[in-house]
Nanobody
Framework: QVQLVESGGGLVQPGGSLRLSCAAS????????MYWYRQAPGTQRDWVAT???????NYADSVMGRFTISRPNAKNTVYLQMNSLKPEDTAVYYC?????????WGQGIQVTVSS
């Protein structure tokens, strides 16, 4: 049984910052990839960022240069540092873990960017 728990969301003003965390527990293999996605109301779930077990990263164009994904030390925890936030970043953010055994999702956490 794999569980993913996200934390760190909330309300922030435009231009502000937030850091999301996703802690994975259970039957996690050493070689895995972790992702962040987001879904705004009435839209599809969109990919935001990826980090491999070797810490290779990739970002959607919409967040490039503003968001940073990392997994320091504790390889089963992934962070998403979000800077220069915009109202269009408002969404429910989801963590995803991909291993040889399958794909797992967190429950999602709300991020609202508004003045």
């Amino acid at each position: 049984q794999v569980q993913l728990v996200e934390s760190g969301g909330g309300l922030v003003q435009p231009g502000g910052s937030l850091r999301l965390s996703c802690a994975a527990s259970g039957s996690i293999f050493n070689i895995n990839t972790m992702y962040w996605y987001r879904q705004a109301p009435g839209t599809q779930r969109d990919w935001v960022a990826t980090i491999t077990s070797d810490s290779v990263t990739n970002y959607a164009d919409s967040v490039m240069g503003r968001f940073t994904i990392s997994r320091p030390n504790a390889k089963n925890t992934v962070y998403l540092q979000m800077n220069s936030l915009k109202p269009e970043d408002t969404a429910v953010y989801y963590c995803r873990l991909r291993t040889v055994a399958g794909n797992y999702w967190g429950q999602g956490i709300q991020v609202t960017v508004s003045s």
